[in-house]
Nanobody, 127 residues
Framework: VQLVESGGGLVQAGGSLGLSCAVS????????MGWYRQAPGKQRELVAT????????NYADSVKGRFTISRDRAKSSMYLQMDNLKPEDTAVYYC?????????????????????WGQGTQVTVSS
């Protein structure tokens, strides 16, 4: 299972950027996905999450009204549209997927809850 992120980059304050995350791996059934970020010297924090089927989205207070998370189940992808960016949004953004993974061991098949992370993509907002 791999999560591959794209997007990010450098933008001036007030500008917009979009992030994408594609999930590969046929043995993994995604329940929920999310974006997290980590600024230098700070802990990783939740930005937004979205459920797989219901499309229910949850946002950190700091990004509500500015960021939009979305999901394309057919493409096994997730997106984050970031508008009205602020310098404090500068961080490495990580894609996360939680779900059930199927394993085969001999004649046995079992599932296990698991989660995966993307490699991270840098977002820099200049003032």
């Amino acid at each position: 299972v791999q999560l591959v992120e794209s997007g990010g980059g450098l933008v001036q304050a007030g500008g917009s950027l979009g992030l994408s995350c594609a999930v590969s791996g046929s043995t993994f059934s995604v329940n929920a996905m999310g974006w997290y970020r980590q600024a230098p010297g700070k802990q990783r924090e939740l930005v937004a999450t979205i459920t797989s089927r219901g499309g229910f989205a949850n946002y950190a207070d700091s990004v509500k009204g500015r960021f939009t998370i979305s999901r394309d189940r057919a493409k096994s992808s997730m997106y984050l549209q970031m508008d009205n960016l602020k310098p404090e949004d500068t961080a490495v953004y990580y894609c996360n997927a939680e779900g059930q993974e199927t394993f085969h061991s001999g004649i046995y098949t079992y599932t296990k809850e698991n989660e995966y992370w993307g490699q991270g993509t840098q977002v820099t907002v200049s003032s």
